[in-house]
């Protein structure tokens, strides 16, 4: 499903980062590990196509999606790619139920309200709907970063330092709704963390050197 073939990156004046071949078969979940500065963030966006690799190629769903300009990868990152960012961007001046509807939007796919009502529900924020992210607790405000990835369907999540900052049992807490609800949904899941709390939750490791 995902392919990962002789990718590397290079900015001026620092070494480029070079990534080792991967598959990621549709479904499955891995975690990638490795030191501060190693790439794991950066590899996660040239997964998601938010950045072209100096060399190589990424390809989901036999789709070459390195290989296309800008607004093609943008418009299939929309509608095949789910992400949650360290910092979760949740726009303050939209309702938590707007916020989702905007990652619809933004796919070019119709607003599906029940279908975002639906996905609140099941990670116990439908009574929060009309909130603005401000009136929310970090835990919600993580779960509803983990719906907005969802919302559109996926066949690809990518997770970036999602247990960042947390305490054992909200830690413990995200890592379910990433993995159970990225299973529920079939979509395959990729995190990208230093966290050994992250780490011990997945059986596939992707090893990233410093």
């Given at each position: 499903?995902?392919?990962?073939?002789?990718?590397?990156?290079?900015?001026a004046?620092r070494?480029p980062?070079?990534?080792?071949?991967?598959?990621?078969?549709?479904?499955?979940q891995?975690?990638?590990?490795?030191?501060?500065?190693s790439?794991?963030s950066?590899?996660?966006?040239?997964?998601?196509?938010?950045?072209?690799?100096?060399?190589?190629?990424v390809?989901?769903d036999?789709?070459?999606?390195s290989?296309?300009?800008?607004?093609?990868?943008?418009?299939?990152?929309?509608?095949?790619?789910g992400?949650?960012f360290?910092?979760?961007h949740?726009?303050?001046?939209?309702?938590?139920?707007e916020n989702l509807?905007l990652?619809?939007?933004?796919?070019?796919?119709?607003?599906?309200?029940s279908?975002?009502?639906?996905?609140l529900?099941q990670?116990?924020?439908?009574?929060?709907?009309?909130?603005?992210?401000?009136a929310?607790?970090?835990?919600?405000?993580?779960?509803?970063?983990?719906?907005?990835a969802?919302?559109?369907?996926p066949?690809?999540?990518?997770?970036d330092?999602?247990?960042?900052?947390?305490d054992?049992?909200?830690?413990?807490t995200?890592?379910?709704?990433?993995?159970g609800?990225?299973?529920r949904a079939g979509?395959?899941?990729l995190?990208?963390?230093?966290?050994?709390?992250?780490?011990?939750?997945?059986a596939?490791?992707?090893?990233l050197?410093a």
């Amino acid at each position: 499903m995902l392919t990962l073939e002789s990718l590397s990156l290079t900015h001026a004046g620092r070494p480029p980062l070079r990534y080792p071949d991967r598959q990621l078969s549709a479904g499955a979940q891995a975690v990638v590990l490795g030191p501060s500065g190693s790439g794991k963030s950066t590899l996660l966006h040239l997964i998601g196509g938010l950045q072209r690799p100096t060399q190589g190629r990424v390809c989901l769903d036999g789709n070459p999606l390195s290989d296309w300009p800008e607004a093609r990868r943008d418009a299939f990152r929309g509608r095949r790619i789910g992400i949650v960012f360290q910092r979760l961007h949740l726009l303050g001046a939209l309702s938590l139920g707007e916020n989702l509807q905007l990652a619809q939007r933004c796919a070019g796919l119709p607003v599906d309200r029940s279908r975002v009502q639906s996905l609140l529900t099941q990670l116990g924020l439908g009574a929060l709907m009309h909130a603005r992210p401000h009136a929310l607790s970090g835990g919600q405000q993580q779960r509803a970063a983990i719906a907005r990835a969802l919302v559109n369907r996926p066949a690809l999540v990518l997770a970036d330092e999602p247990t960042a900052s947390l305490d054992d049992d909200n830690a413990a807490t995200v890592l379910d709704l990433l993995l159970g609800e990225t299973q529920r949904a079939g979509a395959a899941l990729l995190v990208a963390t230093h966290d050994a709390r992250a780490k011990a939750r997945f059986a596939a490791h992707w090893v990233l050197a410093a």
